[in-house]
């Protein structure tokens, strides 16, 4: 079974500066998927930025960006110039899928502040 | 996006009473899915469906069923509820590639008293 860890229960960020997100997963697959979620206060869950596992290089969406280390099971957020309205939970999540059907385990979640 | 919509987006309810969830999506998606989200474990799978009449079990199934007589509908109910099921309950959908990220609803925020 797959684990996602985020260790970081809270972090703050003084706005327009950089923060990073840790996310730690365990598998036994090589065909997967990454992805990071994003929850306002609103309660809607948005996608952030995705990773295939298959690809070296790492994705990268406006301001937000990912370290993907695949060896050493790793995908941390990395968020740039940070603004207000970045202040959510984010979630990491692991997809594996089986044909059609997606299993997904998500981390517990990172409460961000942004501080103005 | 998916064009989902949950309905009702809030409810309270009393133990024991019946309750059901309703997902509805515009995009013609195959699979669709219901979590919920509790502090400290993120979002578990309760079930999902592959098509329509088509369900399996995720995770956290206990005291869920779900139906899905519409490519466009699926109902989550709980038969009789318990406060252990009080909870933010999400559905998504993904139009049945594997390699898509799913698409969510708006959650809807269920409390049994």
């Known amino acids: 079974a797959q684990t996602v860890t985020q260790s970081q229960p809270e972090m703050s960020v003084q706005e327009a500066e950089t923060v990073t997100l840790s996310c730690t997963y365990d598998?036994?697959?090589?065909?997967?998927?990454l992805f990071w979620y994003k929850q306002p206060p609103s309660r809607q869950m948005i996608l952030v930025i995705r990773?295939?596992?298959?690809?070296?290089q790492n994705a990268t969406e406006n301001r937000f960006s990912v370290n993907f280390q695949k060896a050493a099971k790793s995908f941390s957020l990395k968020i740039s110039d940070s603004q207000l309205g970045d202040t959510a939970m984010y979630f990491c999540?692991?997809?594996?899928?089986?044909?059609?059907?997606?299993?997904?385990?998500f981390g517990i979640g990172t409460k961000l502040q942004v501080i103005p | 996006d998916a064009g989902i919509t949950q309905s009702p987006r809030h409810k309270v309810t009393e133990t024991g009473t019946p309750v059901t969830l309703r997902c509805h999506q515009t995009e013609n998606h195959r699979y669709m899915y219901w979590y919920r989200q509790d502090p400290g474990h993120g979002l578990r799978l309760i079930h999902y469906s592959y098509g329509v009449k088509d369900t399996d079990k995720g995770e956290v199934s206990d005291g869920y069923s779900v139906s899905r007589s519409k490519t466009e509908d699926f109902l989550l109910t709980l038969e009789s509820a318990t406060s252990s099921q009080t909870s933010v309950y999400f559905c998504?959908?993904?139009?049945?590639?594997?390699?898509?990220?799913?698409?969510f609803g708006d959650g809807t925020r269920l409390s049994i008293l």
């Open positions: 990773q295939e596992a298959y690809k070296q």
């Open positions: 999540a692991f997809m594996k899928p089986f044909g059609g059907y997606q299993k997904v385990t």
């Open positions: 598998t036994s697959e090589n065909n997967y998927y």
């Open positions: 998504a959908t993904e139009e049945g590639s594997g390699n898509q990220p799913q698409h």
